[in-house]
């Protein structure tokens, strides 16, 4: 068994709950469910906490939803509002079964606990009552009742939390039940009655009901059933403050009050483990234990702290700021706990802890940082169970981590040797200016469903994504394929000394059967897609030198011939008025356009003309464009050639009265199928030193060609992406869109040729990633299904043979 350590007391993902202040919270192990006050604060918010999404809203209440909790085993959640009522929600369905309200005039309802063995709800109000609902004696109203409630609520009481009313009742099947004068305890406090609890107390049978009130006093009441409340106890609060919650744990009861002992106004408790936790109107949560000492103290909330509740994995805390913030906090004292291999938090820590490392590559003063990351890649693997070691790169460049998860030696229906996989990828990433960031890019930021952080789409969560079901597999003795990971340090600037290094360990790769990446997007939000090709691309750097200095032009201008000048004519001579490239023989040898590839754009424009909203590139709808011209559009991204003027500089102090020495260009060409690398660049290079032959000039010009990588096609109807096709489908219920990039990978057809192996390409992120750009991320669903893809794709090729 290998350890790796997840505990963490950070705040492991905050959600958003539109405009409004997080009133209230429940929680079973798969669903999240708030209340809030503001515009939209009569509806109540159900969150998926597998991937941290909205799921749906529950509407019904007409007013702030103030108090949430649930039956014990999960299936009815009870809701109270500021109109004065109570609805039972069935937590499969998300429909309300139960309408409930008082033949009184109760104010808002303040707090809500429901006894499971004897099936009655127990209810605090504004009006001071405690009033309680038994389901197995409910009485239900005469058609059209429930319009008493509102009638009450039109007298002057106040109102402690305003919400949105809504204009009509929704049309369900709603059970609609009145509570009896004879189920009321009038005046129960002098004050509202803000917290209800239930509990056992030592030497009493049955349960106990806990009560506090503006007033400050606890009181305590037994319960029978179908009897009315009976008083037993009043503890006297001994300070001048309202008691806001309670709870229980160990024999002590703990009180939050208003300016209480547990400093600051403490709006919420809850009881998690051995620990108690509180929230106050200061914006902290604290974890206390036995000896009633703090132990963790968190301010990540920007407002007051208003809810807690917990699972069996997060304490989740509510605020005025809006938001809700989920805490991953150790059971106990932090040990090091054993890897469950298919434990999703285990890859978000050690996706955590990577982010943190900017292995940023090109950059002299991060090459430590890029190494850190590097070795910490290589304990991943390890710790999973796969053997892992660095394989050094080029002089001063970063080096490449190699890992291999064996298959089982125990698989008896398979003959020969299993088949190899090797997995490419890149630890490294490109620079982040935090100043453009709404998170750090160096800290992984958890929000509304996403991932935030520099390499969480581009490319450490997907490669974490690869080695953790490879990892899981292996554990579950279901690995019938060898799976070898080739993870390079410098791909984000052109791959320096990666070929060279793979030739030097060739031994490692060559029986590689298939080659599998995950290093690009879908095209846009909702539909996975398959990558079947990249295109290439060749970087180059024009300079014009003049013998002079820099010159002034009041001076000088005139009179000699200008380096910048001379570039713009240059640059002028590259491209058409139609984009199309002015280079001799540029699109002699692109690969016609078959029948079969022509069909695979069909589904692509249909999806995108159905439902352009989900698409991030182009709006047919918008632009007016016809499904013809889309398809031209996509084809002129994806297999077509281009090229690209990135920028120009000058030497000098950059001011508009000199002359510059020098003058720079980057210009680009994305490559396609079938164009020869060689052939292009010399074209390239012939056509620049004739353009700039026919200048009058004295000035001299440089080619520099810096970075080239050849296109990549695959082969849709493989064996390989076929059974891409169906891990994808599988997992996301639907075939892929089978899609082009037009960027670039610098090793994938290298390795192809090399290997002589099929590369598959299976893009995990969406669209809108932000890849390169200001807050990158990826979707925590498109993550976590990523894993199960690939761990599907893995799976299936148990019945392929070798080649």
Known sequence: MHTLNSNSSSCLHTLTQDEDSVLSLAATEKLLFSGGQGAHGSDIHVWDLEHFRLKTNLKG????????????????????????????????????????????????????????????????????????????????????????????????????????????????QVTRCSIPDSSIYQNSHFGYVYCLLLGKVPNVEGEILFSGSGEGDIKLWKLQKGKPIEPWKTLKAGVDASTLTLALHDGFLFCGSQGGNIKDDVLALVVRGSQVYSASADGVVKQWNRSFEPLQTWNDHSGSVLSLTSTQDYLISGGSDKLIKLWAIAKGNPQPESVDSAAEDVMLYALEKWISMPTVSGVPAQLEECRRGAKFLKAVLQQLGAESRLIPGAPGHNPLVYGQFSARADNPDKQGRPLNVLVYGHYDVIAADIKKWDHPPFKLTGKDGYLYGRGASDNKGPILACIFAASELQEQQQLDVNVKFLIEGEEENGSVGFFQAVEQNIKLFEEADVILLSNSYWLGEDIPCLTYGLRGVIHSTLTINSKNVDLHSGVDGGAVSEPLIDMVKVLSELVNPDRTAKIPGFYDCIRPLTSHEDALYDPIVEDMFNNPSGQRHWDPLATGVTKEELKKKLMARWRNPSLTIHQVDVSGPKNRTVIPRSA????????????????????????????????????????????????????????FFMAAESAIEQEWGQKPLYIREGGSVPAIRWLEKRLKATAVHIPMGQSSDQAHLNNERIRLQNLNSGKRVIKAFLKGLRTLETA
Not at 99 to 114: M, T
Not at 675 to 700: A, M
């Open 61 to 172: 209440h007409l007013g702030s939803i103030l108090c949430l909790t649930l039956r014990d085993d999960g299936k009815w959640l009870f809701s109270s509002s500021g109109d004065g009522t109570v609805r039972v929600w069935d937590t499969e369905t998300f429909k309300c079964i139960y309408h409930i309200h008082s033949s009184q005039d109760v104010g808002d309802v303040f707090s809500i606990v429901f006894s499971s063995s004897l099936s009655t709800l127990y209810i605090g109000c504004q009006n001071t009552s405690i009033q309680w609902f038994d389901f197995s004696d409910a009485r239900q109203d005469v058609p059209h009742s429930h319009n008493i409630t509102h009638t009450l609520r039109s007298h002057n009481t106040p109102q402690f939390f305003q919400g949105r009313a809504n204009t009509k009742e929704l049309e369900e």
């Open 664 to 719: 720079k260009a980057s210009v680009s060409m994305r490559i396609v199928p079938d164009q020869e690398v060689t052939d292009i660049t010399k074209s390239f290079e012939e056509h620049v030193r004739n353009v700039f032959g026919q200048l009058d000039t004295e000035n001299e010009i440089e080619i520099d060609i810096k970075v080239v990588a050849d296109w990549w096609l695959g082969d849709t109807e493989d064996r």
